[in-house]
């Protein structure tokens, strides 16, 4: 039974915030909120730290070789950001649950959601559908939420670039 669909929101902050790091905590709050976060609090350099190392701990996740050492460290990162879930109103738009406490920083806000999100996500669709695409000089990081769970590249572009690339290779060969 799919309870939330949380994981999906934050798999792909996460990834949008890891492939392109924000430079100031004006563009992490900017960012969020065109993600579609409520920010309850201004925004500090504080904030900014924390939410980068929430990602260089997702990262380390992203990139585990196995799904024991992926679940090993998404668990870490969920013990590091601990807070019950609960049941908010915060923006008017109807009761839905949050995995973290009110008024929260944004850094430790973002390290919950992160956590919290990855956690549903893997679990739920699988623990192989996060990665970085395929095309060797591409590092994208990136949510695998098609139906079939197979998608190995970041972008159409990164997938026409690999098609084409094989296809000269076999004609090299043939």
Do not use: K
């Not at 730290?49 to 668990?75: K, P, Q």
């Not at 973290?100 to 990855?118: A, H, K, W, Y």
């Amino acid at each position: 039974m799919h309870l939330n669909p949380y994981g999906e929101d934050a798999v792909n902050l996460a990834a949008d915030l890891a492939n392109r790091r924000p430079a100031s905590a004006e563009e992490l709050a900017d960012r969020c909120r065109a993600a579609g976060l409520t920010l309850e609090r201004p925004v500090v350099p504080e904030d900014l730290d924390r939410a980068l190392a929430a990602l260089d701990a997702w990262e380390e996740a992203v990139d585990a070789d196995d799904e024991r050492t992926r679940a090993e460290l998404v668990n870490r990162m969920l013990a590091a950001a601990a807070a019950y879930p609960r049941l908010t109103d915060h923006g008017g738009d109807g009761w839905h649950l949050h995995y973290r406490d009110d008024q929260q920083p944004l850094g430790s806000l973002l390290f919950s959601l992160i956590s919290v999100g990855t956690a549903l996500h893997l679990a739920g669709r699988g623990m192989h559908r996060l990665r970085r695409c395929a095309v060797t000089e591409c590092t994208t990081i990136f949510a695998d939420t098609s139906r079939t769970g197979r998608q190995r590249y970041c972008s159409q572009r990164c997938a026409n670039r690999d098609a084409v690339r094989r296809h000269r290779a076999r004609a090299v060969r043939g």
